[in-house]
Nanobody, 122 residues
Framework: QVQLVESGGGSVQAGGSLRLSCAASGRTFSDYTMAWFRQAPGKEREFVAASLSGARSADRDSVRGRFTATRDNASKTASLQMNSLKPEDTAIYYC????????????????WGHGTQVTVSS
């Protein structure tokens, strides 16, 4: 079992930055892909970015160059650094984990955090 707890959400003006963290419990953290999804009101949950083993990462086009997903296997922590935030980035952000390689499909992830709200005002 893996338990995930996010922190670091909040409110910021457009152009600002936030850093989300996800603390994981359980064994073999390094074997899991750690991903970030978000869900805005009235919209489906969407893939944002993932930190993979070996310092690789993946992200969606709309956040590329602004968001960076990283991980620290020693502390079992995943992070999402969000820069140049835009009002359309407003959503609840979720940390998710799956055993194996990355996927942009939410149902491929077995473990989820409770979510943290990010609000970007114009």
């Amino acid at each position: 079992q893996v338990q995930l707890v996010e922190s670091g959400g909040g409110s910021v003006q457009a152009g600002g930055s936030l850093r989300l963290s996800c603390a994981a419990s359980g064994r073999t953290f390094s074997d899991y892909t750690m991903a970030w999804f978000r869900q805005a009101p009235g919209k489906e949950r969407e893939f944002v970015a993932a930190s993979l083993s070996g310092a690789r990462s993946a992200d969606r086009d709309s956040v590329r160059g602004r968001f960076t997903a990283t991980r620290d296997n020693a502390s079992k922590t995943a992070s999402l650094q969000m820069n140049s935030l835009k009002p359309e980035d407003t959503a609840i952000y979720y940390c998710a984990a799956r055993f194996g390689g990355p996927s942009g499909i939410s149902k491929d992830y077995a473990y989820w955090g409770h979510g943290t709200q990010v609000t970007v005002s114009s």
